[in-house]
């Protein structure tokens, strides 16, 4: 069974640096598309960005240029680099996993395997 789970979350000054860690297990041998996702309160899961089993990454326009996903294909572990973070960013920060292709970031919410979650707020 696919385990993830997320840590690095915390609370930063707008302009400041995170960087979320996604810890997976259950794999197996199987290839993954794997991505990040957030909630902010009263609000929508957002998808945010994705990379691919052959490291293709699509990334959401509110988080372009800013955030970049990586992931540890020996170590099982996804990333989140997040820079120049902004009070808009404040929201829980989930990973996820799905055996299939999508090839599009707004796809992550809804894929099958999800992290508990970790929280990122950003303010003064």
């Known amino acids: 069974q696919v385990q993830l789970v997320e840590s690095g979350g915390d609370a930063v000054q707008p302009?400041?640096?995170l960087r979320l860690s996604?810890?997976?297990s259950g794999y197996g041998n199987r290839r993954f598309s794997m991505g990040w996702f957030r909630q902010a309160p009263g609000k929508k899961r957002e998808g945010i960005a994705l990379i691919?089993?052959?490291g293709e990454t699509t990334y959401a326009d509110s988080v372009k240029g800013r955030f970049t996903i990586s992931k540890d294909n020996a170590q099982?572990?996804?990333y989140l680099q997040m820079n120049d973070l902004r009070p808009e960013d404040?929201?829980?920060y989930y990973c996820a996993a799905d055996y299939r292709a999508y090839r599009d970031y707004r796809s992550v919410?809804?894929?099958d395997h999800r992290g508990q979650g970790t929280q990122?707020?950003?303010?003064?």
């Not at 990122?120 to 003064?124: A, E, I, L, P, S």
Request: with cysteine; glycine share 14%; charged share 15%.
């Open 90 to 92: 404040t929201a829980m």
């Open 120 to 124: 990122v707020t950003v303010t003064n």
């Open 76 to 78: 099982k572990i996804l």
């Open 52 to 54: 691919e089993h052959d």
């Open 15 to 17: 302009g400041g640096s």
């Open 22 to 24: 996604c810890a997976g």
């Open 109 to 111: 919410p809804d894929f």
